[in-house]
T-cell receptor, first 115, second 112 residues
Framework: ETGVTQTPRHLVMGMTNKKSLKCEQHLGHNAMYWYKQSAKKPLELMFVYSLEERVENNSVPSRFSPECPNSSHLFLHLHTLQPEDSALYLC??????????????FGSGTRLTVV | AQSVAQPEDQVNVAEGNPLTVKCTYSVSGNPYLFWYVQYPNRGLQFLLKYITGDNLVKGSYGFEAEFNKSQTSFHLKKPSALVSDSALYFCAAHGGNNRLAFGKGNQVVVIP
């Protein structure tokens, strides 16, 4: 375990469903990230939270809605998704956003399949 | 804008042979460079990083990487590959007041 826990590990949902992905870290990090990983494409940064405030939203469709209730927890709420949203969703954390030397700590991801 | 290029989709190597995974970067300011490895159905795991100092960086599992400023490269190397090294490898770069930029990843296949 890396210290970043994601649940569920796998999720299959219909296009009309509503579901949420959860990420939890107890590393004392102040920044948390959502990434989308699709095959043979660079990791896509979706959202960034620093000190519980959203600081970046990379033109992500509104059917993805993040929430950061405290510095240890990050959610990604999903509704009316499309089949092309099927991917591995990774959560990461770092001690401070944009301070480079520490890198990021990643969770194991949630494999999402939209049917 | 920052960018990282990993030119090969897949690297095949025989077990026991040297392994090289290529990475070039484009960032503003001094680069901070990272390699991560991803095993199936897992997240990315940190392998090594270059921040400053010696251009040859040693990391986990016998991996090392060489920072070459003139060629803007940070190739990952291992002298003798193991079958267990088969995984997806990501290069990442940081420059200026920005976040990590990742490459698309290289699938490494070590053939017994």
């Amino acid at each position: 375990e890396t210290g970043v826990t994601q649940t569920p590990r796998h999720l299959v949902m219909g296009m009309t469903n509503k579901k949420s992905l959860k990420c939890e870290q107890h590393l004392g990090h102040n920044a948390m990230y959502w990434y989308k990983q699709s095959a043979k494409k660079p990791l896509e940064l979706m959202f960034v939270y620093s000190l519980e405030e959203r600081v970046e939203n990379n033109s992500v469709p509104s059917r993805f809605s993040p929430e950061c209730p405290n510095s240890s927890h990050l959610f990604l709420h999903l509704h009316t998704l499309q089949p092309e949203d099927s991917a591995l969703y990774l959560c990461a954390s770092s001690p401070e956003d944009t301070y480079p030397i520490y890198g990021y700590t990643f969770g194991s991801g949630t494999r999402l399949t939209v049917v | 804008a920052q960018s990282v290029a990993q030119p090969e989709d897949q690297v095949n190597v025989a077990e026991g042979n040297p392994l090289t995974v290529k990475c070039t970067y484009s960032v503003s300011g001094n680069p901070y460079l990272f390699w991560y490895v991803q095993y199936p159905n897992r997240g990315l795991q940190f392998l090594l990083k270059y921040i400053t100092g010696d251009n040859l960086v040693k990391g986990s599992y016998g991996f090392e990487a060489e920072f070459n400023k003139s060629q803007t490269s940070f190739h990952l190397k291992k002298p003798s590959a193991l079958v267990s090294d088969s995984a997806l490898y990501f290069c990442a770069a940081h420059g200026g007041n920005n976040r990590l930029a990742f490459g698309k990843g290289n699938q490494v296949v070590v053939i017994p």
